[in-house]
């Protein structure tokens, strides 16, 4: 064996490992060398092994679960050691790459073709969302700098078997950068949003698009954007806010302030659905209650719940708007806070 600690980590947890990859294209041996490879090339996350070794286990079995091998090399699947200054310690997390969710895309046998492309300034690119048709003139050789900076956006570009025409789904730049801005923030500069933006663009752009309700997405899909997303609300620190949701902000809208109102704290039920308009800025509602209610039964079941309380609980939620489940959202990590 190697002086490579996470190689230790992995195979004191193989049989868990193995069993993970059982369902994927995977093999065993291919993924511990893309997880070696990637800690031989990041210091901080040899640290994250050291320091919080069980976070690192859980990405990896994220990854492992889906079929994805880790590592910047693969484009799939990235671990980011973050520093949790609480604790003062290295611990990481992960972000899916866009290769890694067109992998898992493509598992959907419905599923053709998938690709989510990128459009510069000085490129002709038009999208007629009534016959789902592209014009996106490519430009070759040194007549369009592609970089960050010349970025106006990209759409994702879908055809399914047996289907009469592509599904088509734009995306503008500006909420491409506010999720980086966001990323960038949370990773303190650092990380695939730094060092990859135009992979991590068309990566926004396919989950944007995955997230739109119209492209068919299998279990495990489901199960790592939902996994995602639980990551990347962890790490958005609660903030103080004067605005008011519901009847509280149509009074607050319309200039009728009440005295006995405070400042609300918000809370991860609040942070995700932020994400999820940052993804979508114009998603039909139900899409939205829908993952929100998704979110909340899989928090309670982390929680060890009682299943069949879950399952009233969500029955509750069921037909229930976004501030009514942002809330329970909210009372659930108050609840596990508390225990």
Same mark, same amino acid.
């Given at each position: 064996?190697?002086?490579?600690?996470?190689?230790?980590?992995?195979?004191?947890?193989?049989?868990?490992?193995?069993?993970?990859?059982?369902?994927?294209?995977?093999?065993?041996?291919?993924?511990?060398?893309?997880?070696?490879?990637?800690?031989?090339?990041?210091?901080?996350?040899?640290?994250?092994?050291?320091?919080?070794?069980?976070? #690192?286990?859980?990405?990896?079995?994220?990854?492992?679960?889906?079929?994805?091998?880790?590592?910047?090399?693969?484009?799939?699947?990235?671990?980011?050691?973050?520093?949790?200054?609480?604790? $003062?310690?290295?611990?990481?997390?992960?972000?899916?790459?866009?290769?890694?969710?067109?992998?898992?895309?493509?598992?959907?046998?419905?599923?053709?073709?998938?690709?989510?492309?990128? #459009?510069?300034?000085? @490129? $002709?690119?038009?999208?007629?969302?009534?016959?789902?048709?592209?014009?996106?003139?490519?430009?070759?050789?040194?007549? #369009?700098?592609?970089?960050?900076?010349?970025?106006?956006?990209?759409?994702?570009?879908?055809?399914?078997?047996?289907?009469?025409?592509?599904?088509?789904?734009?995306?503008?730049?500006?909420?491409?950068?506010?999720?980086?801005?966001?990323?960038? $923030?949370?990773?303190?500069?650092?990380?695939?949003?730094?060092?990859?933006?135009?992979?991590?663009?068309?990566?926004?752009?396919?989950?944007?698009?995955?997230?739109?309700?119209?492209?068919?997405?299998?279990?495990?899909?489901?199960?790592?954007?939902?996994?995602?997303?639980?990551?990347?609300?962890?790490?958005?620190?609660?903030?103080?806010?004067?605005? $008011?949701?519901?009847?509280?902000?149509?009074?607050?809208?319309?200039?009728?302030?009440?005295?006995?109102?405070?400042?609300?704290?918000?809370?991860?039920?609040?942070?995700?659905?932020?994400?999820?308009?940052? @993804?979508?800025?114009?998603?039909?509602?139900?899409?939205?209650?829908?993952?929100?209610?998704?979110?909340? #039964?899989?928090?309670?079941?982390?929680?060890?719940?009682?299943?069949?309380?879950?399952?009233?609980?969500?029955?509750?939620?069921?037909?229930?708007?976004?501030?009514?489940?942002?809330?329970?959202?909210?009372?659930?990590?108050?609840?596990?806070?508390?225990?």
């Amino acid at each position: 064996m190697s002086d490579n600690p996470l190689e230790a980590l992995v195979v004191a947890k193989k049989e868990r490992f193995v069993g993970a990859l059982a369902t994927t294209p995977v093999n065993y041996d291919a993924f511990l060398a893309a997880a070696m490879a990637d800690a031989i090339k990041q210091p901080k996350l040899m640290r994250a092994v050291r320091e919080a070794p069980e976070t #690192v286990i859980e990405c990896l079995a994220v990854a492992a679960t889906s079929g994805l091998l880790p590592g910047s090399a693969h484009d799939q699947f990235y671990l980011i050691p973050r520093w949790d200054k609480d604790a $003062k310690r290295f611990y990481c997390t992960f972000i899916t790459g866009y290769k890694g969710l067109c992998k898992m895309a493509y598992r959907d046998t419905k599923v053709s073709t998938i690709e989510a492309r990128l #459009v510069f300034q000085g @490129e $002709k690119c038009e999208i007629d969302l009534g016959t789902n048709t592209v014009d996106h003139r490519y430009q070759w050789g040194n007549q #369009v700098p592609r970089s960050w900076d010349t970025l106006v956006g990209g759409y994702l570009y879908v055809t399914l078997r047996g289907a009469r025409r592509p599904i088509v789904i734009p995306m503008d730049k500006e909420p491409i950068e506010t999720i980086r801005n966001t990323q960038l $923030k949370i990773q303190k500069g650092t990380g695939p949003w730094k060092d990859n933006p135009l992979p991590m663009a068309q990566k926004t752009v396919i989950r944007h698009g995955l997230n739109s309700g119209m492209v068919p997405r299998t279990t495990e899909l489901e199960q790592l954007l939902s996994a995602e997303t639980d990551e990347e609300i962890k790490h958005i620190e609660p903030v103080v806010t004067t605005e $008011k949701t519901g009847a509280a902000g149509l009074r607050q809208a319309i200039g009728i302030a009440q005295e006995d109102e405070e400042p609300r704290e918000q809370g991860p039920g609040d942070a995700l659905l932020a994400q999820l308009l940052e @993804e979508d800025p114009f998603p039909e509602d139900k899409v939205i209650c829908h993952r929100l209610t998704t979110a909340w #039964v899989n928090q309670a079941g982390a929680l060890g719940l009682d299943p069949e309380d879950i399952e009233r609980r969500a029955g509750n939620l069921s037909g229930s708007g976004r501030d009514e489940i942002v809330a329970a959202i909210n009372a659930l990590a108050e609840e596990a806070g508390a225990t």
